[in-house]
């Protein structure tokens, strides 16, 4: 009876370590991209860890998770974003990335969350000014991400397929723990 779960597992963990290892590249930023600042921190499994964005300008935020899975959320309400309260989110494993709009009032607050899936998790943020917004001739007006950027929970269909790939392996992480826990 073990052996057939033995098989199911030894592939069920090739596939988790061969995705996370796609996850873990990083894109180079394009020349157009200043960097600005590169933050970098450790978060708990359920808890937040919030910064304040003053740039002004278009900014982009690159977060990638170095272990764990820290997310990311922002808005230009509240300094204190959270996963029911933001105007921008990015939820994937690895590679997290929001442009914030050169619109939002500042300071925008932003908020890094640890996933429960992992006790800890280990982040690290670059802070990008992005100036092509400046080379656009009617502004934000013209720019794709600017015509629905003050709809709350405004979600592209990447990121909704991204976000429900992540849950999916946050379910398939569950049951092995659970199956693990039978076994042995």
Known sequence: MAAPWAGALLVLVAAQAASRAACLEEEAAPDEW??????QGH?????YSYLRLNHEGRIVLRMRSLRGDADLYVSASTLHPSFDDYELQAVTCGQDVVRVPAHFQRPVGIGVYGHPS???SEFEMKVYYDTTAEQQPFGAAASPHGADAGHRHAHAPEAAAQEDESVLWAVLIGVLKLVLEILF
Do not use: K, Q, T
Not at 34 to 39: D, G, K, Q, S
Not at 43 to 47: C, L
């Open 34 to 39: 200043i960097l600005l600042h590169v933050v």
């Open 43 to 47: 978060i708990g499994a359920g808890n």
């Open 118 to 120: 992992h006790r800890e």
